[in-house]
């Protein structure tokens, strides 16, 4: 166990904590979400870059890495499900899209090939972190700007969920094939 995978062991907490402050009903609730989801979003740049730095990238934080991003984002796209803020369609295509990948990765691995992040990953990631931001933050105050500015990076994470997704099965598919 190493530092970075311990801050990345705390994004993971970090979200289940999120999810629970954002389904309350309370604004000091929803600001207390959002702060959680920020410092959880910057533990994520974070520990990849503390891992390399120092030299202590292992197998447990490359598996744990995604997956906490995923637990983060995809439990926080739940939560705007419930609350009717994010169509039910857009979270279900980008956790196929999850599911999917991870599927392929699984299936490379077993070739004992690792797939390593994309920079399309990155990005969808990023992005995907960005628009929740915004889409949350217009929970607590509720402006039009917020709205429009949450849909159009909403709909930008989701054309580079469907590209990044294509990228890596595209690239496992041909892994695979050789």
């Known amino acids: 166990m190493t530092g970075p995978t311990y801050l990345t062991i705390l994004r993971m907490l970090l979200s289940v904590v999120f999810l629970v402050f954002v389904l309350l009903p309370d604004d000091w609730a929803k600001i ?29 934080g490359a598996f744990l890495d995604p997956l906490a991003d995923k637990m983060l984002v995809n439990l926080a796209f739940l939560a705007l499900v419930y609350l009717n803020v994010v169509p039910l369609w857009v979270f279900a295509v980008i956790l196929v899209r999850d599911f999917a990948v991870d599927g392929m990765r699984m299936m490379v691995a077993r070739r004992g090939t690792t797939t390593a992040a994309s920079f399309y990953g990155k990005l969808k990631t990023t992005t995907q972190m960005t628009a929740l931001i915004i889409i949350l933050l ?13 849909n159009i990076t909403l709909y930008l994470a989701l054309i ?10 595209i690239k496992g598919w041909k892994r695979l094939a050789k």
Not at 35 to 49: E, P, R, S, Y
Not at 160 to 169: E, I, K, N, Q, R
């Open 160 to 169: 580079l969920t469907v590209f990044s997704g294509a990228d890596y099965l």
């Open 138 to 150: 217009n929970l607590i105050v509720n402006l039009e700007i917020f709205t429009i500015l949450g």
């Open 32 to 60: 207390t979400a959002l702060v959680i989801f920020i410092i959880a979003a910057i533990t994520d740049k974070i520990d990849g870059k503390w891992a390399r730095k120092s030299k202590q990238v292992t197998d447990l």
